[in-house]
């Protein structure tokens, strides 16, 4: 009774690991459309791939193994075949593809030519910029996340492509690196090189390795870092993060390491990125329209910078998500005939005067900040690239109001945000945003100034040159602060809080101060629109509400900020799902904002947000911690393996018995789980650096994932345990035919033999990681042996009676007889077997990496890392003895070795 009781909570453990495991990916999967949804566009090209024949084995071996290739747009773009531009170079990522190159390629051909032929748009040719040569990497889809030997030669080999490239340029030239996931660590690696002039990256994880499997890879992006963070190095790098809608790598490591701090560092998420704002997947990045032809500009406007500090500039001009404004000083012409306005004054569509006009705006000393919202325009040039007609200058201004004197003061926010509007789907799906979209949000904060009545005013000077139905302009003061909420995380477990806003500014900002932003976190953010938002046309219903979008000129907007991530929801339908990526697990430092949560809200002040109502969600938060915690799972998992092997090598000293895996996984889940699951509960609140338990630096509110991790680890052992039995079952029924009777006689000196054999392979020709699964296949075939000896010396003994069988139960704890040596010796090879099982996910990207070298190398390729002996030879020696023995290995003070 008492064993069946353990084995059904066994059973339990199992079934809760599944169907968690289950529901979490359901949630990892859900996220992307929910938490950060994608709208991009899809791009179209004519490629055509010139490879360079020239760049050969003279150059780098390695140009037996992988080769470069020239991009030209074909169907009449680009009709030139030699190289007439500034290069370009791309560097593709894990199992990535050098055809990749293609979108930004031909974003950048389309961009520089006005039409097919080769005539050269109006803008380029006037500012004497040249087209560029895109040069691409083709690795032939190596594993390069897997494997840092590969990673290494595939930084070898870009080196060489480099001077190959440059060779081909006058002297001086500079080559532009882009490079996609791991093809962004290659690129940083690179570095210091004055040869390079900048390197952008897509998707890449900057912070952590994506896959973990040895250390070898942790000391490459070691050094990488410390290469970034050497003083004197200003080498331009911008970094482009999708987000939550990048389920490759977590997108909180995507960002620089914390020690990098030196100048022209930059991280834009995709979502705060002008012209985009939307999630964007990891395969995604390289051809998204939105994002593309971004990259493919900023490129083109390289080419005439010839300093580090011209090319950030350009960089941040193309690639941002707040304006920059260069450092001229602009005054406002001494005959401009000014009108004095008062108040909130939109100029919408035709009511916008056509020609330049002037108006001042006094400021009070109760005011706080100048806010101005503006459609289809642009302030001091900045804005949409497309689609404006309408020119906005912001000056502060001193003096009388008849003959001010004013100049451009430096605001305090400066970006572009959308405006979803009511009846659209905000991002919009496989369209997402016009280049022409967007709305100017600029703020001018008077905190730290001094105001007196009628000394100063803001100038605003507006120039519309062409009417335009969707433009308009929105300009007024705030007089309050921002609103800050006590609301606690431990409070929004169980229940909603609300908070009331009612505020009829242009710019609400909110500040939840005891809301932690975590990478694991997901909050749920009700919004309320008031009643003037409400509407009587019935074209456009949603829920609940009528909504015409002749109420307002901007539907509300909130923009969830932290640092140089933001997020932008659309209160149509009520709903935003709130997350971040300043924070995250296993990150080194902390890179948070001690301010906690803080939301800005944009409206054009005909319709406001009444209230809001937050809450944690725990189903899309639970998406982001399997996303991130599927390989501590299988960590911990070889943990609880090694509790089971340690512990039944115990019950063996103290019984004389090895137990089965069942009853070493029963006695687990009866003694020691409940008891592994405190400590680690009370050890995660603990502050530990971020490499130990699950790297969240004794954040409290996450301390119960560590015993929840640890309950599903079981469950999938026990899972594995199902899954060997099973196989060594199958086999025995396979093998009964081909294999009969035979003894093995114990040699130590051919296994001995064997293992100098084997690591002198090691040593030379082949990886251990190809031992170590061939160690695997031995040991289950040593288990199916030992399981069909033992079928084969059951059914040659007389069944037992009933009174018989009930006392051999009741001996579970007493000293086994000799006759069951077989069954311990068959026990113990069950658990080296289930510890190999458990390890060979860790042996095999590496396998693989292996085998693909083979195939795309046509040779077998030493990697010097592979070859160590030290990772396998526990293994080889466990597996021979145990393959050529019937003794099982022991403990000292046991029973002693069985003669």
Not at 50 to 71: C, D, G, H, M, V
Not at 447 to 465: S, T
Request: charged content about 20%.
């Amino acid at each position: 009774m008492t064993t069946r009781k353990y084995s059904l909570r066994l059973a339990f453990v199992t079934l809760f690991a599944v169907l968690f495991s289950a529901w979490t990916y359901r949630a990892t999967v859900d996220s992307v459309k929910t938490l950060s949804p994608q709208g991009c566009r899809m791009s179209y090209m004519y490629p055509e791939y010139i490879l360079q024949k020239e760049f050969n084995s003279t150059w780098t071996p390695l140009a037996n193994r992988y080769s470069l290739w020239l991009y030209r747009e074909g169907d009449g773009w680009d009709t030139a075949r030699q190289l007439t531009g500034n290069p370009v170079l791309f560097i593709p990522g894990n199992a990535g593809s050098s055809h990749q190159v293609r979108s930004i390629a031909s974003s950048a051909t389309t961009q520089y030519f006005a039409t097919r032929g080769g005539i050269i748009s109006p803008e380029f040719r006037s500012r004497g910029l040249k087209p560029l040569d895109f040069f691409t990497a083709e690795f032939n889809e190596d594993f390069s996340a897997l494997h840092e030997p590969t990673l290494d030669s595939q930084r070898t080999y870009i080196h060489a492509a480099i001077t190959y490239i440059l060779s081909l340029y006058p002297p001086g030239t500079s080559v532009i690196l882009l490079g996609h996931s791991m093809g962004g660590i290659v690129a940083t690696s690179l570095l210091p090189d004055a040869r390079i002039a900048a390197i952008i990256t897509m998707s890449t994880p900057h912070a952590l390795p994506p896959a973990r499997y040895s250390s070898e890879i942790d000391a490459f992006y070691l050094r990488t870092s410390q290469a970034l963070a050497e003083e004197g190095l200003t080498t331009p790098i911008w970094s482009l993060c999708g987000g939550a809608t990048d389920l490759m790598i977590p997108s909180e490591t995507c960002r620089f390491p914390a020690n990098v701090t030196t100048p022209n560092r930059h991280t834009i998420f995709t979502s705060a990125l002008e012209g985009c704002w939307s999630g964007v997947g990891h395969q995604e990045s390289v051809w998204c329209h939105q994002v593309r032809w971004r990259i493919a500009r900023a490129a083109l406007e390289l080419g005439k910078a010839v300093s580090d500090a011209e090319r950030s500039h350009i960089m941040n001009k193309w690639l941002r998500h707040d304006v920059v404004l260069d450092s001229a000083d602009r005054h406002s012409p001494s005959d401009t005939k000014w009108q004095v306005s008062d108040g909130k004054h939109p100029f919408t569509g035709n009511a916008l005067p056509r020609g330049p006009s002037a108006h001042l705006l006094p400021i009070l000393p109760s005011h706080r900040s100048f806010i101005l919202l503006a459609s289809r325009a642009k302030v001091f040039d900045n804005g949409p690239p497309e689609g404006t007609f309408l020119d906005i200058e912001v000056f502060r201004c001193r003096g009388s109001d008849q003959n001010p004197q004013c100049s451009e003061s430096k605001p305090s926010r400066f970006t572009l945000v959308p405006n979803p509007g009511y009846s659209a789907e905000f991002p919009a799906p496989k369209q997402g945003v016009d280049e022409s979209d967007g709305v100017v949000a600029y703020e001018l904060s008077f905190q730290d100034a001094k105001l007196e009545d009628g000394d100063e005013f803001i100038g605003l000077v507006l120039n519309q040159r062409y009417v335009d139905e969707r433009s308009w302009v929105v300009a007024d003061f705030s007089q309050g602060s921002a609103i800050d909420s006590s609301v606690t995380l431990f409070s929004i477990l169980t229940k909603r809080a609300t908070l009331s806003v009612a505020s009829n500014e242009l710019l609400t900002k909110i500040r939840f101060p005891n809301l932690p932003e975590h990478a694991l976190l997901v909050y749920r953010l009700d919004v309320l629109l008031d009643e003037n938002c409400k509407g009587e046309d019935p074209a456009i219903y949603f829920p609940f509400r009528y909504l015409s979008p002749k109420d307002s000129l901007m539907v509300p907007l909130v923009a969830h900020e932290s640092g140089d991530e933001t997020h932008f929801h659309s209160t149509t339908y009520g709903t935003a799902l709130l997350h971040s990526h300043s924070v995250g697990p296993f990150l080194p430092e902390d890179r948070s904002s001690s301010a906690g949560l803080g939301l800005s809200i944009y409206s054009s002040g005909q319709c406001q947000v009444q209230s809001l109502t937050i809450a944690l969600d725990i189903y899309p938060s639970l998406g982001r911690v399997g996303s991130r915690y599927f390989g501590a799972v299988a960590v911990w998992g070889i943990s609880i393996v090694a509790l089971l092997m340690s512990r039944s090598l115990r019950a063996q000293q103290r019984t004389g018995a090895f137990p089965t895996l069942q009853e070493s996984l029963s006695h687990l889940c009866r003694f020691q789980l409940h008891l592994l699951c405190g400590i680690l509960f009370v050890g995660s609140m603990i502050p530990t650096p971020a490499i130990f338990l699950l790297g969240n630096k004794g954040m409290r509110f996450l301390a119960p994932l560590s015993p929840l991790i640890v309950i599903v680890s079981t469950g999938f052992v026990q899972a594995l345990c199902i899954v060997l039995n099973f196989l060594v079952k199958a086999g025995v029924i396979i093998c009964s035919r081909f294999v009969g009777p035979k003894e093995e006689v114990s040699s130590i000196g051919r296994s001995l033999i064997h293992i100098g054999v084997v690591m002198g392979l090691v040593k030379t020709v082949i990886p251990y990681q190809v031992v170590f699964v061939i160690c695997f296949l031995i040991q289950l075939w040593t288990c199916i042996i030992g399981r069909k000896r033992l079928d084969d010396t059951e059914e040659g003994r007389p069944k037992p009676t009933d009174a018989v069988r009930e006392q051999e139960s009741r001996k579970e704890t007493e000293i086994r007889s000799p006759d069951h040596s077989e069954m311990d010796v068959y026990n113990q090879n069950m658990h080296l077997l289930l510890l190999l099982s458990w390890l060979l996910p860790n042996m095999a990207p590496a396998l693989a990496v292996w085998v693909r070298t083979m195939a795309t190398a046509h040779s077998v390729t030493l990697f010097n890392s592979d070859h160590s002996v030290s990772p396998i030879i526990v293994f080889v020696a466990l597996v021979e003895f145990s393959s050529h023995t019937r003794q099982g290995w022991h403990l000292q003070g046991t029973a002693g070795l069985r003669r």
